[in-house]
């Protein structure tokens, strides 16, 4: 076969580039080891007819009007705003811990004083990254930020890393604030919604192109060499891509359990998070994500984060540390060495996004190449 | 791309044969032109979680033990009965036409009469094709026979084919019998039940075979002298193949309107057929099929029969004339002066299959060319 374009990966940033390089008149071959397209945002009727995220669940929220613009051509959108509660000492309160939360542990008392002195110090909406609050002077916030930091952050750092949150880089630490707010939506961004009918359906009207063809159920490396190419886009993992030349990037994986709820519902928000009990770090319910309220029944995800091991699981967080980061910056430079070949995505930037991410990722690197 | 064996067309026929030569270790590419495996039987969830058969329902039955083991092998089975009504002068009568729908039109005494007549003439159990009754001597069998012609069968086969009766061959005619027994079942085949999970699950794991890839909308046209294999089987129409050499195979197609419907329930039974008012010849409540008994509402698919157009709608049906037969073989001629090209399926030997003998057509084709 001869194309233009070559697209490894038919996840969010294969599926865009696909998307406007086949509008743009080129001729696209996506190709994807799974048998399915969509990537991990990957959808589908489980046996009791609930719509469940087969690789864990994925909730949409982006600031980018551009994102949001591009992705409404592909789907109709069913406002909603997730809503996430962890369980701590015995009771369930709201995340990201806020002030909500304050008033949800401790007495009324404490609370009040905490949330003067929080707002006083960092503004009414602030997100302060936990491992910055714990260097306050102030007796009481740096109470509050051991207590956060014990029963909220800690054990749930450990269970999802396997690692100390000291050992990971403060990007990912970042990720888990305190917010100065009594907003107890688990996002703040402009834009949260999910696709009405799926990300699957999205999928495919994204890819709904005659310039498009998809190959699945193959690997890259069955196609190099059979399927003649001009360009080609590389989603997957760069350093699978380059035969481990440089060792191999670390990945976290986990495993995902699906329940059947035999009432209606299960919990009263889409996720709960068991930082300190269980091995899974949370619980999702389904169809608090999908709407799907006319059902008498209910599907539950449990996550259980375990070591990536390829061929065995999947990749799917990128370790952030720094030692890894130098791993994968040998590999760009490798990458660099090629001609019209593009590394981009979760796996080929080696580099956690959320799903706007991938696709302001994408629809940049289709910019930068559609002319070339 | 190398593949021993290149497969057009996902649905039953493709479908067996490349699980059966994956498994005896052949490279296999399928190739559709569709987005998605499974062909006319594929199903999907709709927007309301209901499982529907987006070519028009497909209900499993067969007498053949090897087609049932092999198939159950990639799935488990719903035990289904399907049950048909006709509206008939304004009331819903068992279909097909028996002893328990004289009873349900007819006075006791006439009903009566006519059961021990058909009874002593053919014997209790016995399948009468209504061209075969209207031959009787008997006038109570004449009468009955008119009235099952002209009540039930000559409005629907005019709606369903856009001809009179006596225009096709008697192989569809036959099809629709009147059966002496109060067997108020659709079929009487050994083997009635549904995939558990559907149909489109049973073929994802047919195919779920290493040595199969998927290249989905993608004619065969397209792919042609761009991918290289030994073999070719093609499923898909043979005048197509042949660029219409001798004129094209005529089609009857459908149109499909699925609707919502706000209730539980809609119909008493799987379909009810329309032989005489209405465009549409049938209404299908797929919830009886896939008996999802939980859901608060149900969808129901309309048929329309229509005039075959290539590119604007479906070749389902083969029309079954003498005359189309006749074109046909003039492309089997063609087919045979060919090596290693093998047609097969419902388009590929112009003929109607129902799934059973679709499966069980690959299955004898697979031992055929296995060893060649
Ligand atoms: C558990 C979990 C929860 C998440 N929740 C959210 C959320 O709530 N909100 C959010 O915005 N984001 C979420 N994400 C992130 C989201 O999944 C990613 O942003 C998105 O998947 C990135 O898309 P991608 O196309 O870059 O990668 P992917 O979706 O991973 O797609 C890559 C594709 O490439 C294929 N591939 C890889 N290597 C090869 C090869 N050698 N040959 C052939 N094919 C190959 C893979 O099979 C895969 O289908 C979550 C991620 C995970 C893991
Ligand atoms: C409305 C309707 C109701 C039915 N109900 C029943 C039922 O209740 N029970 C039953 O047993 N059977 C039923 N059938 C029959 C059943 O659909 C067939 O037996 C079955 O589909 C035959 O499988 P196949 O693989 O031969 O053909 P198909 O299922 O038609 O598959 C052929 C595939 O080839 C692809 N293709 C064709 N040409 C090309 C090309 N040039 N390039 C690439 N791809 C191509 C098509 O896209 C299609 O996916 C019904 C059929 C219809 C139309």
């Known amino acids: 076969m001869k194309v233009d374009y070559l697209i490894v990966g038919a996840g969010f940033t294969g599926a865009t580039l696909a998307e406007r390089l086949a509008a743009a008149g080129k001729r696209v071959l996506v190709v994807d080891r799974r048998d399915h397209i969509g990537g991990n945002a990957y959808d589908e009727m489980d046996p009791h007819g609930v719509l469940v995220h087969r690789y864990g669940p994925h909730i949409f929220h982006t600031n980018s009007k551009k994102v949001f613009d591009y992705l409404s051509r592909f789907t109709e959108w069913r406002p909603y705003y ?11 309160v709201p995340l990201p811990f806020s002030l909500a939360t304050l008033r949800a542990l401790f007495s009324p008392r404490l609370a009040d004083r905490l949330e003067e002195k929080l707002i006083a110090r960092f503004g009414y909406g602030a997100r302060v ?63 949260q919604a999910m696709p009405k009918e799926g990300y699957t359906a999205l999928f495919r009207r994204m890819l709904a192109h005659p310039n498009i063809k998809l190959l699945l159920q193959a690997d890259w490396k069955e196609v190099e060499g059979e399927v003649k190419f001009a360009r080609l886009v590389f989603t997957g993992p760069i350093d699978e891509f380059f035969g481990y030349l440089h060792g191999p990037l670390p990945y976290r ?120």
Chains 1, 2 share one sequence.
Not at 82 to 92: P, Q, S
Not at 326 to 348: D, I, P, Q, S, T
């Open 82 to 92: 997730h809503r996430v509660r962890a369980v701590v000492e015995g009771k369930e």
């Open 129 to 191: 990254p936990i491992l910055r609050l714990r260097e306050e002077e102030d007796p009481d916030l740096r109470f509050l930020a051991d207590y956060v930091y014990k029963n909220v952050f800690e054990g749930y750092t450990l269970k999802q890393w396997g690692l100390r949150p000291e050992e990971l880089s403060p990007s990912v630490t970042a990720r888990v604030p305190v917010l100065v707010s009594h907003d107890t939506r688990y996002f703040q961004d402009a834009y």
């Open 253 to 372: 994986s986990l495993r995902f359990r699906m329940e059947l709820h035999p009432g209606p519902w299960a919990q009263e928000v889409g996720t709960v998070n068991y930082p300190n009990e269980h091995p899974y770090t949370r619980v999702t319910e389904f169809k608090h994500l999908t709407g799907q309220d006319y059902l008498p029944h209910s599907t539950l995800c449990y996550e259980y984060p375990e070591a990536y091991e390829p061929g065995r699981n999947e990749p799917y967080y990128p370790v952030p540390r720094e030692e890894n980061e130098e791993r994968y910056r040998l590999y760009l430079e490798e990458a660099k060495k090629l001609k019209g070949v593009y590394f981009a995505g979760r796996l080929g930037d080696y580099r956690y996004y959320n799903m706007d991410q991938a696709v302001a990722r994408a629809l940049k690197l289709f910019e930068e190449i559609v002319h070339e």
